[in-house]
């Protein structure tokens, strides 16, 4: 099972990107790292933004916290529905030192995200290269090279977003209180490895509100954390410096904070829940090692890409769980800057 949810994160994994078909990410290397940098950045930040957001969805089907030494285990899948604004984005905003877009497919002038149509980019520039090899850029080298093109989500998969699967385990600890974890081991999907971890607490605050304790509702608030970490091989896309046997790898790591109220109403085996709250999302991602731009030594690049993402947003969540026995099936829509449907089946006991 692990892996299977590890190959469905793998499928818009921002290492992916860096091997489209001979229409490589890397070609971005060409432009020197501070360019590279950020149209890396600009290419890939609507599928890691949304990846961030997805993961913090599925934490909650009710407020209603166990007894003690209750718990729930169940799988969520996260679908979230990325803007159709984050379809493109405009390299003349990034303060580009080099690389200019010389030509595009794209209508609006504008170069296709990953998540955009598949629009071919030329990219054209002039970088200073060590001809001599005495270590100091001494000659201006003009390059030309094709951006990737987008993944072109709308076309390919009826729907412009991404899958985050989790998988969870809830357990009443002390007083209306649930402890929650999340937590997948390392695992391996071709040259890439991942890992996640979360953790949350929900607790009931309406035994603290005096008036309310005999209302027929329950009302928690919820505190959530999930991190993802990852690696990629990069062997092959250019050749290392000669004599370096560092490995050429892409590590990320993705950080997702939740602060929640919850409401929730049980009617017979149907319980009606909502939310609201607030993300905060912080990821990274860095390409390790030496690359030989050019194959003659002339532009060699040491750890080239450092990518920083950050975002926020409020969020309102409503949905509906149905309980039989001990299982439950649950549904629910986020409202937030990336919206998510959840959709999660798992087992409760007390």
């Given amino acids: 099972m692990f892996k299977k949810i590890a190959l469905l994160f793998f499928t818009v994994a ?47 089907s009710t407020a209603k916290a166990h007894k003690s030494f209750g718990f729930d285990f169940g799988v969520s899948a996260n679908a ?3 803007p159709s604004s984050k379809n ?8 580009l030192e080099t690389a200019t877009l010389s030509y595009t497919e794209a209508p609006n002038g504008k170069a296709p995200t990953i998540v955009g149509p598949s629009y071919e980019t030329t990219y054209t520039g002039s970088i200073d290269v060590d001809t001599d090899g005495d270590g100091t850029p001494d000659e201006a080298m003009a ?11 709308e076309e390919a998969i009826k729907i412009s977003g991404v899958l985050a699967p ?10 209306n209180t649930d402890l929650k974890i999340r937590w997948m081991p390392e695992v391996e999907v071709g040259s890439s490895k991942i890992k996640l971890f979360g953790l949350g607490a929900m607790h009931d605050i309406k035994q603290h509100i ?15 954390y999930t991190k993802i970490q990852g690696e990629t091989g990069m062997d092959g896309a250019f050749a290392p410096e000669a004599g370096d046997t560092r490995p050429q790898k892409m590590n990320y790591e993705m950080n997702a904070w939740l602060m929640e109220a919850i409401i929730s109403k049980k009617l017979s085996f149907v319980t009606f829940y909502g939310g609201v709250g607030y993300n905060a999302v912080k990821s990274t991602a860095d390409v390790t090692g030496t690359y030989d731009i050019f194959d003659d030594g002339t532009l060699i690049l040491n750890n080239p890409v450092s990518l920083d993402f950050k975002n926020n947003s409020f969020r309102l969540t409503g949905g509906m769980r149905l309980k ?20 999660g089946f798992g087992v409760s006991v007390k």
Avoid at 166 to 175: D, N, P, R, S, V
């Fill in 210 to 224: 005096p008036g309310l304790k005999l209302l027929m509702f329950d009302l928690s608030v919820l505190a959530a």
């Fill in 80 to 82: 979230v529905f990325i």
């Fill in 88 to 95: 493109y984005f405009d390299p003349g905003k990034l303060n």
């Fill in 166 to 175: 989790t998988a969870q385990l809830g357990i009443g600890i002390y007083k």
């Fill in 143 to 153: 390059y030309e090279f094709a951006g990737p093109q987008g993944l072109d989500f």
């Fill in 14 to 60: 921002p290492s992916l990107a860096w091997a489209q078909d001979g229409n490589d990410m890397v070609n971005f290397l060409k432009a020197g790292s501070n360019d590279a940098s950020k149209l890396t950045q600009a290419y890939l930040n609507p599928v890691i933004e949304g990846l961030s957001y997805g993961f913090n969805g599925g934490w909650f």
């Fill in 324 to 343: 039989m026995a001990i299982f439950y099936l649950s549904a629910d829509y986020t409202l937030q800057e990336y919206s998510t449907v959840s959709v």
